[in-house]
């Protein structure tokens, strides 16, 4: 799991503490709050922030919900906070597996390449005359 570090002195008065925002967001959903570890990246030249967040694996589950759900709502109340202070933040989620770090987790919407199924076409009714 990544160090805990504070978010850089260098971000202005008047912008969110966006560490803050994410463990208020997330830590309802942990059964261990103290695992949770925030990583902040600040780049003040282009107002980019990069947050990464780590805690349990059994936790996961809890934190994503159903198909990504909760995640999504998580990253949509920051990127909010960030929006109203012209500011644009990325958040990621560590994972033992390198190739989910990053991911929405669940089986959203883009999970076969955005295309959606398709279902069959229903046969009309067949009228009648009596």
């Known amino acids: 799991m990544p160090n805990k570090t504070e ?8 912008s969110p503490d966006y560490e803050k ?5 997330i830590e309802p959903f ?7 570890c925030i990583n902040s990246e600040i780049n003040q030249s282009n ?5 990464r967040v ?3 694996k059994g936790d996961r589950g809890k934190v994503f919900g159903r198909g990504g759900r ?12 960030a929006k109203a202070h012209q500011e644009s933040v990325f958040l990621d989620i560590y994972s033992d597996d390198p190739a989910q770090s990053g991911d929405s987790g669940g089986r ?5 390449n955005g295309r959606r199924r398709k279902s069959p076409a229903k ?7 009596k």
Do not use: H, M
């Open 70 to 81: 909760n995640i999504q709502a998580i990253r949509t109340a920051i990127q909010t906070a």
């Open 108 to 112: 959203g919407r883009n999970s076969s």
């Open 47 to 51: 107002g980019k922030i990069w947050l």
């Open 7 to 14: 978010l850089s002195n260098a971000q202005t008065s008047s």
């Open 21 to 25: 925002l994410v463990r208020f967001l």
């Open 54 to 56: 780590a805690f349990d």
């Open 123 to 129: 046969p009309a009714p067949k009228i009648t005359n």
């Open 30 to 36: 942990l059964e261990n709050p103290q695992t949770l």
